[in-house]
């Protein structure tokens, strides 16, 4: 079992199917839940600390927007931690998005970099497009065991 970093990093629809096919999906959802439920949280809309653009250093320049830094710290350690990764490119906001079209290039760059199999797929418009995305990401998984 694999563990898969997905982009965008908060698609339920890639989680899922990460999940359905047998791998760990790692995804936001659960990464902010984690640092959400700590005390050092004040209160919501809240869910980062001070620590997380100083910690986003370890990825890019200090020049950077703190809100790309503070994006590649709870990003980055995930794609540290996959064993591979699907991409959607160019997705449709409800999709999932980092909403952060820097931080998204960056992170892409991280995955490759990386050097571990990844697969990117086009963001399908259509049911036939969604139906060869599903099989495309399914041959990959399958590839991964």
Not at 82 to 105: H, K, L
């Amino acid at each position: 079992m694999a563990k898969v970093y997905i982009h965008p990093p908060n698609s339920l629809i890639l989680f899922d199917l990460v999940r359905r096919f047998g791998h760990t999906p790692l995804g936001l959802g659960e990464e902010v839940s984690k640092n959400v439920n700590k005390p050092e949280i004040d209160s919501p809309p809240m869910n980062i600390t001070p620590d997380f653009p100083r910690k986003g250093l370890k990825y890019v320049a200090i020049e950077v927007p703190s809100g790309v830094r503070g994006r590649l710290a709870l990003i980055g350690p995930l794609i540290e931690e996959a064993d591979a990764a699907i991409i959607v490119d160019d997705p449709e906001v409800g999709f999932g998005c980092t909403s952060c079209g820097r931080a998204n290039e960056f992170l892409i760059y991280l995955v490759k970099q990386r050097g571990i199999p990844y697969i990117v797929v086009p963001y399908p418009y259509t049911e036939e497009e969604a139906k060869i995305m599903v099989s495309e990401i399914k041959k990959f998984l399958a590839s991964l065991h």
